[in-house]
C-alpha cells in the first residue's frame, strides 16, 4: 500500500506498518465473526468431520498462560476416570508370534504356483546349470564372457535356493497355523486350512482374494472394534439369527466379512458352515472387548460458565459450539503425563507424530473441517500435535460424537479414544484418507477409508481431501503468524477461516 500511495504521487503517504497493524487488529476484533462456521449441506453436526494439524505457529516465547486448549483438565470439576485402565489383547487372535506367522504365510510369492518347489524349469534359466565344481570347466583357457556366464548361473542359482528355502520355511509352518487357529476358534481353523491347508495347496488352485483379505484383517494389530464399530456388531447380530443374503448387505462396513459372505452366495447359494462359525466367533469376540471397554458411562452434556472459557481471542480455542463437558483425567493410564508419542503398541503402526514446527515455535493448530471444506473450528496447540487433541476438542464439544472421523493418525486416534471414553466413541468409524494412506505401511485395511468406499457407495461422496484443500489455504498466513504474538496470532488465524468459509459457502472460488 505504501508503494501504491507513493507511486500515485499522494498529498499524504500511507500511515506506517505498525500503526496500520495496530488499527487493523482494533477493527476486526468488532467485527462479528461467530456465524459463519456452519455448512448449509452437513449442518451443526456433521455426520463426517476431517482433522488435521497444521503449522500455523508463532514464537513459543510470546506464548501467553491465557491459552487454554480442550486438552486442559480442569482442577476440580473434570471427571477422573479411575476405572480406566489399559486393556490390552484388544486384537481378536491374541498371540503376536501367531499372527507373524500368518502374515509370512499370507504374504509374498503365491503358494500354488504349479510345482512351486520341483519343477526346474520355472525356477532355473533356459540352459542347464553345470556343476561348478566340474575340473573340466576350469580350463585357464576361458574366455572373459565364459566367465562372466558362470557367474551369473551362480548367483541365479543363488537366488533361486534362497526362494527354495523361503518358500518351504512357509509351509512348514501352515500345520502348526492350523492347529493354534483350530484352538483360538475351530470354525477358523478349518477355513484356514480349507484354503491354505497342505491339502488345498497341492491343488494348486489359488483360492479367492477375499479369503486372503479377511484371513489378514482377522490377524491385524489392531483392536478388533477397528474392524467393526457398534452398528456393525449389531448388524453381524442381524445376519446370524437370519442368515440371508439381505441382511449381508447390511454388512457393508466389515468389508472382509462383507466379501467373503457376498461370494459365497453368489458362488454356492449359501454360507459354508466354516463361515457361518467364523461369524459367530468375530461377533463374539468384539462384543466382548467392546463391553470389557465399557467401565464408565459419558458425561452429560451440560452448560459450562467459566471466565474467559468463551472468549477465543484469549484462549486460542474456537469452536462454533458451546463447552459442554470437562476433558476427564486418567491417572491410571501412564500416557497421560507427558507427550503424545503417537503409537499405541511397538507392533502397529510405524508411522509417528512429527514435531510441525521447529522447537522455538508453538504446535501449531488443529482445525476440524466438513466434507465441504467448512472449518467447524480450531484451537492452539502449545507443544505439539497429538490424539489428544482431537479426542478432547470432540468430547467436550460435541453432544454425540460424528459417524466418521477422518484423521491422518485415525489407526492410533481410534484405540485412544475408545480406550478413553468408549460409550461416546463406539459408533464412530475412524479413518485414513487416501492422501496420508500410502505412508501407513503397517495398517490393516479396516483403517482406510478407500476400504469401505469399495463397499458402501455413500462414502465416495465424502471428500476426504477437503482437510487438505482447507490446510492449503491456510499456509497463506503461516510466515505472518510466525512473527506474531498469540492475541494477534490467533485473531489473524479467525479471521482468515471466517474470511475463507464465507467465500465456500456462498460458492464462490477461492483463487
Not at 500511507?14 to 456452519?38: A, K, P
Amino acid at each position: 500500500m505504501a508503494r501504491r500511495y507513493k507511486a500515485s504521487n499522494a498529498v499524504h503517504p500511507f500511515i506506517g506498518h505498525q500503526t496500520f497493524s495496530t488499527v487493523w487488529f482494533s477493527y476486526v476484533r468488532l467485527l462479528q465473526l461467530d456465524e459463519d462456521t456452519m455448512c448449509s449441506k452437513c449442518g451443526p453436526s456433521p455426520d463426517a468431520l476431517i482433522f488435521d494439524g497444521v503449522s500455523i505457529s508463532f514464537n513459543r516465547r510470546n506464548m501467553l498462560s491465557s491459552i487454554h486448549p480442550p486438552t486442559v483438565i480442569h482442577p476440580t470439576r473434570s471427571s477422573v476416570r479411575n476405572s480406566t485402565i489399559r486393556f490390552r489383547n484388544q486384537q481378536f487372535i491374541h498371540d503376536s508370534s501367531l499372527r507373524k506367522q500368518i502374515r509370512i504365510v499370507l504374504t509374498g510369492p503365491s503358494l500354488f504356483s504349479a510345482n512351486a518347489l520341483s519343477a526346474d524349469s520355472q525356477i532355473t534359466p533356459s540352459n542347464p546349470i553345470t556343476d561348478l565344481n566340474d575340473d573340466s570347466s576350469t580350463d585357464s583357457d576361458l574366455s572373459e564372457d565364459e566367465d562372466t556366464h558362470r557367474e551369473s548361473l551362480s548367483r541365479n542359482q543363488a537366488s533361486i535356493s534362497r526362494k527354495r528355502q523361503a518358500l518351504q520355511s512357509r509351509l512348514d509352518l501352515i500345520p502348526e497355523i492350523v492347529g493354534q487357529l483350530t484352538a483360538v476358534n475351530p470354525s477358523l481353523g478349518s477355513l484356514f486350512s480349507h484354503w491354505y491347508g497342505n491339502n488345498a495347496i497341492l491343488t494348486q488352485k489359488e483360492p479367492p482374494t477375499v479369503y486372503r483379505t479377511l484371513f489378514l484383517q482377522i490377524n491385524a494389530e489392531e483392536s478388533a472394534l477397528q474392524m467393526m464399530t457398534r452398528p456393525a456388531i449389531q448388524h453381524l447380530k442381524q445376519f446370524l439369527e437370519r442368515r440371508d443374503e439381505f441382511s449381508v448387505s447390511h454388512l457393508i462396513h466389515i468389508p472382509a466379512l462383507y466379501n467373503v459372505l457376498l461370494h459365497e452366495f453368489q458362488t454356492y447359494g449359501n454360507v459354508s458352515v466354516y463361515t457361518y462359525g467364523l461369524s459367530q466367533w468375530l461377533f463374539i469376540r468384539a462384543e466382548f472387548v467392546r463391553q470389557t471397554l465399557l467401565v464408565h458411562r459419558t458425561d452429560e452434556p451440560s452448560t459450562i460458565n467459566e471466565e474467559d472459557a468463551d472468549d477465543w481471542k484469549v484462549t486460542g480455542c474456537y469452536y462454533p459450539m458451546s463447552k459442554i463437558r470437562h476433558r476427564p483425567e486418567y491417572p491410571k493410564l501412564k500416557e497421560e503425563k507427558g507427550t503424545d508419542p503417537g503409537s499405541e503398541n511397538k507392533g502397529g503402526c510405524r508411522k509417528y507424530y512429527s514435531r510441525y514446527s521447529p522447537k522455538k515455535l508453538t504446535g501449531g493448530i488443529m482445525v476440524s473441517w466438513c466434507t465441504h471444506s467448512i472449518s467447524y473450528g480450531f484451537h492452539c496447540i502449545p507443544l505439539a500435535e497429538g490424539r489428544n487433541d482431537v479426542f478432547s476438542a470432540l468430547y467436550t464439544r460435541w453432544e454425540k460424537a460424528p459417524k466418521v472421523i477422518v484423521y491422518d493418525f485415525a489407526c492410533a486416534l481410534q484405540p485412544y479414544c475408545m480406550l478413553r471414553e468408549p460409550e461416546f466413541f463406539q459408533d464412530t468409524l475412524f479413518v485414513i484418507d487416501a492422501f496420508h494412506a500410502p505412508d501407513h505401511t503397517k495398517c490393516c485395511d479396516s483403517s482406510f477409508l478407500t476400504t469401505y468406499e469399495a463397499t458402501d457407495p455413500r462414502l465416495l461422496r465424502l471428500n476426504s481431501s477437503a482437510g487438505e484443500c482447507g490446510n492449503g489455504g491456510l499456509t497463506r498466513i503461516r510466515k505472518s503468524i510466525r512473527y506474531m504474538g498469540q492475541d494477534r496470532a490467533i485473531v489473524y488465524t479467525k479471521v482468515f477461516l471466517s474470511i475463507w468459509n464465507r467465500l465456500r459457502i456462498k460458492g464462490i472460488e477461492i483463487p
